[in-house]
């Protein structure tokens, strides 16, 4: 009898709990699609921060010294790496219509989850990646609650210090990888590119931020215009 692996149960199941958030907040209209949208977005993040940040508290003793041991002795990091890969497969769907700036960092996160999946190691790196992406989210939705200006000059500079952070934690990384005599030359390969990719798309989405937080501070309060939703009714999130 055919019998997926657990992986593929738990990236379908995922994918699947996205799209029945979908379904239930948007009815077709431009307002909708954000709210749908900006929900699993929220449910995302908060899977991420909450379930990686006890992973993390779990597998602490090798943080900086063995973030490449096997996936299968962290089960934790199994699950977070599904259900991220399922919102990330169900959220192409944003990227490919109206939404084309998460592009990249869905395709470099995908890349490096399916490689990690393949290897089964790993995972713990896109585990703390992620949770750091993520508190950048959450951040951005005090702005957005808010909506003023020096709010969002002082959620940046914490935004800032996260993608420093995650500057930090690539280079541990990166050193643990090219260090590992065990961590086959492909894998090792793979690991700079994703995190030279995870990184580079962190910047990124910061400079475009700090472009905006520069109209706003001059009274240009609309937002970007490759970042505007389809109703183009409010600023847009970005991770």
């Not at 597998?59 to 977070?80: E, I």
């Amino acid at each position: 009898m055919f019998c997926l692996p657990e992986e593929a149960v738990y990236v379908i199941a995922s994918f699947g709990m996205y799209v029945v958030i979908h379904q239930r907040a948007c009815r077709g209209d431009g307002d909708d699609l954000k709210k749908a949208y900006d929900v699993a977005c929220l449910v995302n993040a908060l899977v991420a921060v909450g379930v990686g940040v006890v992973s993390v508290v779990l597998n602490g003793d090798v943080l900086f010294t063995g973030v490449f041991n096997s996936n299968k002795s962290q089960p934790l990091v199994v699950f977070l790496l599904t259900h991220s890969l399922g919102h990330l497969l169900y959220d192409l769907y944003h990227g490919l219509t109206w939404r084309p700036v998460v592009l990249p960092h869905h395709l470099v996160s995908i890349f490096g989850i399916l490689a990690s999946l393949l290897y089964a190691r790993g995972g713990l790196v896109i585990v703390v990646d992620g949770i750091i992406t993520e508190l950048g989210y959450l951040f951005l939705l005090i702005y957005y609650h808010y909506h003023s200006t020096s709010v969002y000059g002082i959620v940046l500079l914490f935004y800032g210090a996260l993608r420093l952070l995650l500057v930090a934690w690539s280079s541990s990384v990166l050193t643990q990888c090219l260090g590992d005599s065990t961590i086959s030359p492909s894998l090792q390969i793979i690991t700079v590119l994703a995190q030279c990719g995870i990184v580079i798309v962190a910047f990124h989405f910061l400079y475009r931020h700090c472009v905006n937080f520069m109209r706003l501070a001059r009274g240009k309060s609309h937002p970007l215009a490759s970042t505007a939703q389809p109703s183009a009714s409010v600023l847009k999130l970005e991770s």
